[in-house]
């Protein structure tokens, strides 16, 4: 448990995890800047749903996968990787780098939201405070699925860019050709951001590609584990 918190303690304190906030503060800022001067009247409600999906829907998948799988391509250049994998063990290393660069890639999507939630609330109370919590924890679930798909790329190349553009790539992909084949539940930015269709909005359809998104990041994983025990390469 120590080792993992170590872990996460050293995701969260990565240039990459600091980069990825300033990015998305900035975003948030462009957005606001949109929100005030469109508008006369202002509430934290409209505000913050303004704020929070008028363009990080569309690139939050590069931004969650940037701390850790990052961090990861890092380690296997530089040979810290086998350092700790000799220290802990691979299996062991696998798992708790798994489990660290989910809780981080939530993070990283949850924590500028929690700035703007309290931003917001400078302007007006909430009306739907709970709806505006539910989001940021859907969004929150939003980073460890994607981080977790760019994670379990890991084991599958040797290029760094590789874990930070295919999952954006494969989303912008399935954004544009979902709505033409009538599947626009799935439409991938409401999975980040329901309120943009919230008549298609359906958190079932939403959990299914959280499912799959970790689904294929566990498979990824499993397949670094079994290449490791009959290869021993690592």
């Known amino acids: 448990?120590?080792?993992?918190?170590?872990?996460?303690?050293?995701?969260?304190?990565?240039?990459?995890?600091?980069?990825?906030?300033l990015i998305l503060l900035c975003l948030i800022t462009i957005s606001g800047i949109y929100y005030f001067s469109k508008n006369n009247?202002?509430?934290?409600?409209?505000?913050?749903i303004t704020m929070q999906s008028l363009i990080i829907p569309f690139v939050a998948p590069i931004i969650v996968c940037l701390p850790y799988s990052s961090m990861n391509m890092l380690e296997q250049d530089s040979g810290y990787k086998r350092l700790i994998v000799h220290r802990i063990g691979y299996n062991?290393?696998?798992?708790?780098?798994?489990?660290?660069?989910?809780?981080?890639?939530?993070?990283?999507?949850?924590f500028p939201l929690l700035i703007l939630l309290v931003i917001c609330r400078l302007i007006s109370p909430y009306?739907?405070?709970g709806e505006?919590?539910?989001?940021?924890?859907?969004?929150?679930?939003?980073?460890?699925?994607?981080s977790t798909i760019a994670y379990g790329l890991t084991f599958?190349?040797?290029?760094?860019?590789?874990p930070n553009i295919v999952p954006q790539v494969v989303y912008l992909l399935l954004t544009y050709s979902l709505p033409y084949l009538n599947l626009d539940k799935f439409y991938p930015p409401l999975s980040y951001a329901p309120w943009l269709l919230a008549y298609q909005s359906d958190i079932q359809s939403i959990l299914i590609?959280?499912?799959?998104?970790?689904?294929?990041?566990?498979?990824?994983?499993?397949?670094?584990?079994?290449?490791?025990?009959?290869y021993m390469k690592y």
């Open 1 to 21: 448990m120590k080792k993992l918190l170590n872990d996460i303690k050293r995701g969260l304190t990565e240039p990459t995890f600091f980069h990825s906030n």
């Open 41 to 48: 009247m202002y509430n934290a409600d409209t505000a913050f």
């Open 92 to 110: 062991k290393y696998v798992i708790m780098r798994f489990i660290s660069n989910g809780f981080v890639g939530g993070v990283t999507l949850a």
């Open 127 to 129: 009306s739907q405070l």
């Open 132 to 146: 505006v919590i539910k989001v940021i924890c859907l969004d929150f679930g939003f980073g460890v699925s994607y």
């Open 156 to 162: 599958f190349n040797n290029k760094r860019y590789i």
């Open 209 to 230: 590609q959280f499912v799959i998104l970790v689904g294929l990041g566990i498979l990824g994983v499993i397949y670094g584990i079994l290449y490791n025990l009959f």
